[in-house]
């Protein structure tokens, strides 16, 4: 082994990593995580709760809310695949980013209305809905009304207006990072 081979023996490792491929697949391994992890949260809440829960419309709540938490496993799969499929850009953290924000945003959005449609339904069918009503929601109880089915629509409402306004909020950022490497391409393609 001659001595300068002693010295660079890492660089091949460290040329991949600078073109991205193994940061590229360990961030879409992270993302797979993320998935099964909630996957398996909304199993757990599912098994755990489902005995527990004291009448129809807080068993159709937990339903909605577990099964929603599942489904949540699949933004962050797809987010995954993309990705794994993406070329080698000269910034390739910056789409993994992007990738992030949308998928925590999508995830916060699709959460967000499935809660506004489990509360519907406790607001409904629960005799404690009540009670329950303080897990869902930030919303002061003062703003909700005595009408049980008035105050369900409207704690529906007000979860599908969050979940808009949240998903659009994490998209503007997902996009505003690539703004701003497309600003960086231009300005480089000017000036060369």
Same mark, same amino acid.
């Given at each position: 082994?001659r001595?300068e +081979?002693?010295? *660079?023996?890492?660089f091949p ?6 073109k ?5 697949n360990?961030? =879409? /391994?992270i993302?797979?995580i993320i998935g099964?992890?909630l ?5 757990f809440?599912l098994?755990n709760?489902w005995?527990s829960a004291?009448d129809?419309g807080?068993?159709?709540?937990? /339903?909605?809310?577990?099964? +929603?938490?599942?489904l949540?496993?699949q933004i ?5 695949s993309?990705?794994y499929?993406?070329?080698y850009?000269?910034?390739f953290?910056i789409p993994i980013?992007?990738k992030f924000?949308r998928a925590?945003?999508?995830?916060i959005?699709?959460?967000? /209305?499935?809660n506004g449609i =489990? ?10 809905a009540?009670e329950?009503?303080?897990?869902l *929601?930030?919303i002061?109880s ?5 009408? *049980?089915?008035l105050?369900? /629509? ?5 979860n599908?207006?969050c979940?808009?306004?949240i998903l659009?909020?994490?998209?503007l ?9 497309d ?10």
């Amino acid at each position: 082994m001659r001595p300068e +081979s002693f010295f *660079t023996f890492l660089f091949p490792l460290i040329e991949e990593f600078s073109k991205g491929k193994p940061i590229k697949n360990i961030m =879409a /391994l992270i993302f797979i995580i993320i998935g099964i992890v909630l996957f398996a949260s909304g199993v757990f809440i599912l098994v755990n709760f489902w005995s527990s829960a004291p009448d129809f419309g807080t068993i159709l709540g937990l /339903l909605i809310l577990s099964i +929603s938490i599942m489904l949540t496993f699949q933004i962050w799969f797809y987010r995954a695949s993309e990705i794994y499929n993406l070329n080698y850009p000269k910034y390739f953290m910056i789409p993994i980013v992007e990738k992030f924000i949308r998928a925590l945003g999508e995830s916060i959005a699709f959460l967000l /209305l499935a809660n506004g449609i =489990a509360g519907m339904f406790i607001f409904w069918f629960s005799k404690y809905a009540q009670e329950i009503y303080k897990y869902l *929601t930030l919303i002061p109880s003062f703003f909700i009304p005595e009408n *049980t089915f008035l105050a369900g /629509l409207l704690f529906l409402i007000f979860n599908v207006l969050c979940s808009i306004i949240i998903l659009g909020f994490y998209y503007l950022i997902a996009e505003l990072i690539i703004i701003i490497v497309d600003i960086e391409n231009n300005t480089r393609i000017k000036h060369s």
